[in-house]
């Protein structure tokens, strides 16, 4: 809710009452005159005519506002401990309250392990935690947690956790770039866990 400034409001007061009451200026011509009224701060959340909005999605429209809508996906490569791990991630999201995001995810992911050669799908519902750095609203911190099922040729079907943090850069009026770096486990037998790096570009609006 926007605050007004006290002084303002005492202002206001008096501007409004009746005349033989209110505060008058003497001119040079003798004839009373109202004096102008002071420059008074725009209340809190709104944008006085003139300044710039707070950051590209503007002082009511910045990027983690409750109803903005995400979309986009993200890359990474893993290569380490014998192992080789390609993932190509579209997602959609939905900030259901300030600051808080719900994500579908379809993670699509190639991997060599030992020699052998493998394809996996998974369907991961995510929560996410965006927190502003610096008055700016240019660059957020994320942390996220996502659970959902997993398919992994060749060994089966179980379930895939995918704890990640990462930073949101924001470019131009609506980009979102966002380096992450995370773990994926799943419950399949055999399979390979690891670190996970990732890099997403996503449309906020």
Known sequence: MSRTHPFCAIVALLLAAPTGTALAQVAPNGVG?????????APEGEQRQGESPIGPFGATQEYARKGNV??????GFTSGNDSTRINVSPSFGYFFVDSWQLSAIVDLAY???????SKSIAGIAEISYHLPLGRSRMIFGEAGFGVGPIHQSGMGTGVALAPE???NLILGENGILTPAVG?????????HNALTF????????
């Open 183 to 191: 773990y994926r486990y799943t419950t399949i037998d055999g399979m």
């Open 111 to 117: 991997l060599t392990v030992g020699g052998v050669d």
């Open 33 to 41: 005159s109202q004096p102008p009224p002071p420059m008074c701060p």
């Open 70 to 75: 995400e979309l986009g996906g993200s890359a």
């Open 165 to 167: 943090v990462g930073v």
């Open 198 to 205: 990732n890099m997403g570009y996503t449309v906020a609006w």
